[in-house]
């Protein structure tokens, strides 16, 4: 008798404690269709943390990841998902580690995660990104391959954005290509100024407002002028 009660009572206790688990589920799934509603960025990594707990997912965690990188924070976002290789990833854990990791200036290891990117989609804009971290981590052929394929691929209705003036603009992905292979030539041989300016002009005849590619090139004539003193 005494074993029936016990069972009787384990089994409404486990009864209890889920009903009170979908309580949560369901509280956490309105909050954070709410926080949606307003607009709340914060309130929505709060809700999917709680569900994530509840109901352990790996798409759960790549969304909260992607949340924390779409509110700026890199380190919350690896955090998330960790810093390493995987191929199992998914294509959003792919991208969050690629730009937290390029965020928080770790080159070599956002290359990584770029790469498995453009490997699964080859793009332009990949390309670009990839040729960027090539040309940051001293890979010069690697970085002339993608920068090949982006002047190639690279439709006239692509933009790209710059964000150094703190008002972020756009210019044409072939013209932030030009400026790429302007880098990658001064890079190749750093006395040879004359051609880097040259091409850094290409990228400014596609867009004129380019102040990214205008600020190399007064860098360019002023390292010249310097050396021609000496």
Not at 43 to 54: C, E, K, P, R, S
Not at 131 to 151: F, N
Request: glycine letters at 4%.
């Amino acid at each position: 008798m005494k074993k029936l009660v016990f069972f009787l009572f384990l089994g409404s206790v486990m009864t209890a404690q889920a009903q009170s688990k979908n309580d949560l589920i369901a509280h956490y799934q309105a909050y954070y269709k709410q926080m949606k509603t307003q607009g709340d960025v914060q309130g929505v990594i709060n809700a999917m943390t709680h569900l994530n707990i509840l109901t352990p997912s790996q798409a759960r965690k790549d969304t909260l990841a992607y949340l924390y990188v779409n509110s700026g924070k890199h380190i919350q976002a690896l955090n998330t998902l960790g810093i390493e290789k995987n191929p199992s990833d998914s294509d959003l854990a792919v991208e969050v580690k690629a730009v937290s990791l390029k965020a928080v200036n770790q080159p070599q290891r956002a290359l990584e995660q770029y790469e498995v990117l453009f490997s699964r989609k080859p793009n332009p804009y990949l390309a670009y990104e990839i040729a960027d971290l090539k040309i940051q981590t001293g890979d010069m052929p690697g970085a002339a391959i993608k920068i090949t394929y982006g002047l190639t691929n690279a439709k006239d209705e692509m933009k790209y954005a710059y964000y150094e003036t703190g008002t972020p603009y756009e210019v044409p992905l072939k013209a932030a290509f030009t400026y790429l292979k302007a880098i990658h030539e001064f890079n190749k041989d750093q006395k040879n100024i004359d051609a880097a300016v040259a091409v850094i002009d290409e990228a400014l005849a596609l867009a004129p407002n380019f102040n990214l590619a205008n600020i190399s090139k007064q860098a360019l004539l002023k390292r010249k002028e310097d050396a021609n003193k000496q």
